[in-house]
Nanobody
Framework: QVHVVESGGGSVQAGGTLRLSCAAS????????MGWFRQIPGKKREGVAS????????YYADSVKGRFTISQDNAENTVSLEMNNLKPEDTASYYC?????????????????WGQGTQVTVAS
């Protein structure tokens, strides 16, 4: 059984920094797509950043390029999202997802495994 667990999040002032972590266990492979998505109530979920744990260039939404960094951690199928210079419009529930895709940049696909989400609130 696959489990995806996020940690981190919280509340910060605009310009602040937060770090999210995600661990996916039970996956059939150590080479997987892992990504971060976010959603505001009443709005469509959007992709934020993703990477292939087998290596390669990460993918970022235009709105977070230069501010957010997704990275693979030492443990298998774990990733972090460093969020710098946070803005009020970054306020959302953030979800970690994993799947066995080969290409990790298509956020419109139905990613299979999801965490419960963690709230990020940025005050102006």
């Amino acid at each position: 059984q696959v489990h995806v667990v996020e940690s981190g999040g919280g509340s910060v002032q605009a310009g602040g920094t937060l770090r999210l972590s995600c661990a996916a266990s039970g996956l059939a492979s150590s080479r997987t797509c892992m990504g971060w998505f976010r959603q505001i109530p009443g709005k469509k979920r959007e992709g934020v950043a993703s990477l292939y744990t087998g290596g390669g260039t990460p993918y970022y939404a235009d709105s977070v390029k230069g501010r957010f960094t997704i990275s693979q951690d030492n443990a298998e199928n774990t990733v972090s999202l460093e969020m710098n210079n946070l803005k009020p419009e970054d306020t959302a529930s953030y979800y970690c997802a994993a799947d066995l895709f080969v290409y990790c940049g298509n956020w419109d696909l139905d990613w299979t495994y999801w965490g419960q989400g963690t709230q990020v609130t940025v005050a102006s």
